[in-house]
Nanobody
Framework: QVQLVESGGGLVQAGGSLRLSCTAS????????MGWFRQAPGKERVFVAS????????NYADSVKGRFTISRDNAANGVYLQMNSLKPEDTALYYC????????????????????WGQGTQVTVSS
């Protein structure tokens, strides 16, 4: 059974930083591409960032480019999201996910059922 556990969320002032972590179990981690999504109150869940299996390729939503960095540690079964220069509009519940098809480039436009999801970690940015 695949499980994802996120951590690292919290309350931070605008301009501050947070580092989110996500640890996976129940699969051969290095075979899969991973991503982060977020969902603000009253809004749909949207793509934030993704990373390929070897960390050689990353993608970001335009809204976070230059401020957020996604990384992974295959030895630790972990994926991370370093968030700098946080803005109030970054306030959301952040989810990590794994694209279920191994060895395939991450598709951020897939149906929810195409990913395994964590439970989310709340990030709140005060102005």
């Amino acid at each position: 059974q695949v499980q994802l556990v996120e951590s690292g969320g919290g309350l931070v002032q605008a301009g501050g930083s947070l580092r989110l972590s996500c640890t996976a179990s129940g699969l051969t981690f290095s075979r899969y591409t991973m991503g982060w999504f977020r969902q603000a109150p009253g809004k749909e869940r949207v793509f934030v960032a993704s990373i390929n299996r070897s960390s050689g390729s990353t993608n970001y939503a335009d809204s976070v480019k230059g401020r957020f960095t996604i990384s992974r540690d295959n030895a630790a079964n972990g994926v991370y999201l370093q968030m700098n220069s946080l803005k109030p509009e970054d306030t959301a519940l952040y989810y990590c996910n794994i694209y279920k098809v191994p060895y395939i480039t991450y598709d951020a436009r897939g149906l929810d059922t195409m990913y395994w999801w964590g439970q989310g970690t709340q990030v709140t940015v005060s102005s």
